[in-house]
């Protein structure tokens, strides 16, 4: 690989108390994720092992990260001059975007070696998940229209849900569902399974986001109340769970692994953090 890797240490991590009404009965562990130095940092990603991708503002750009035992890598892809890891799946295979040239590519990087995805004669593309076999799923843009896809085998397929004017497919699992959102004068959080897809909305909210799933159908995002703030939520056998963390003005569930481990980010004073929440009833 020709660039260079920077490792860090983890930052700290302290406990939640009973910020989310429906999982404080798991005494949940909320673990703060900060890339010493960086300005802002942003978790997207986890896998079963409990590796971490995510993406951190410096003073330099923005540029992806990987946590993996303890331990912050920097994820640059050559040449670019953003790099954002948004996924990784149980083989260590990290997803994301970059910028060069005013462009922006969707990346997988593999065994130390970078490959650019670009959906065929899009303007611009994004890799926002990836499962165990590899198959990924993300957004591409063409004619300004924002669209879902999946890669799987070498082969592109459109994901958009029906009668939607715009929407994007984030989680993929490893039996191959999908999660995502769509809009269609309001944004709705949507699963495709099977060929069909579901829509569905956190009770009472403005909008809603889906950004994750994992192999038992638990799906994680963010929704906003009529107050216009934005939480994260936790869909579990049907049941909605709101994720807040103490102090923050935006919570955003963006992964979740197949333990049950929640990764995300949240918005204090004007600067966004990462965080991981895993429970103790998760971890028995």
Do not use: C
Not at 60 to 77: A, K
Not at 142 to 164: E, K, M, R
Not at 265 to 282: C, D, I, K, N, T
């Amino acid at each position: 690989m020709r660039r260079q890797w920077s490792v860090y240490l983890l930052a700290l991590g302290f406990a939640l108390g009973g910020a989310s009404r429906v999982l404080a009965e798991d005494s949940p562990t909320f673990t703060i994720i900060d890339v010493p130095g960086a300005i802002n940092t942003q978790a997207w990603g986890i896998n079963t092992s409990g590796d971490i991708v995510g993406l951190f503002r410096s003073a330099d750009g923005v540029h992806g990260f990987l946590l993996s035992e303890g331990r912050f890598t920097r994820i640059d892809f050559p040449g670019a001059t953003r790099s954002e890891a948004l996924g990784i799946n149980p083989r260590g295979d990290i997803v994301g975007d970059y910028t060069a040239a005013g462009v922006t590519h969707g990346f997988v990087l593999r065994e130390d070696t970078f490959t650019t995805v670009d959906f065929p004669g899009d303007t611009s593309s994004e890799v926002l998940g990836i499962n165990p076999r590899g198959d990924m799923v993300g957004d591409y843009t063409l004619a300004g229209v924002t669209h879902g896809f999946l890669l799987s085998d070498g082969n592109f397929t459109t994901i958009d849900f029906p009668g939607a004017t715009f929407g994007f497919a984030s989680g993929i699992n490893a039996d191959g569902d999908i999660a995502g959102a769509y809009f269609n004068g309001a944004r709705h959080g949507y699963t495709f399974s099977e060929g069909v897809f579901t829509s569905f909305d956190f009770p009472g909210s403005t909008f809603t986001n889906a950004l994750g799933n994992n192999q038992d159908g638990d799906i994680v995002g963010s929704y906003g109340d009529a107050q216009r703030v934005r939480h994260g939520y936790l869909l579990r056998k049907g049941q909605f769970s709101t994720i807040d963390l103490p102090g923050s003005t935006v919570t955003r569930a963006a992964a979740i692994n197949s333990r049950g481990d929640i990764v995300g980010s949240e918005f204090v004073a004007g600067v966004f953090h990462g965080f991981l929440l895993s429970s103790r009833e998760q971890e028995r």
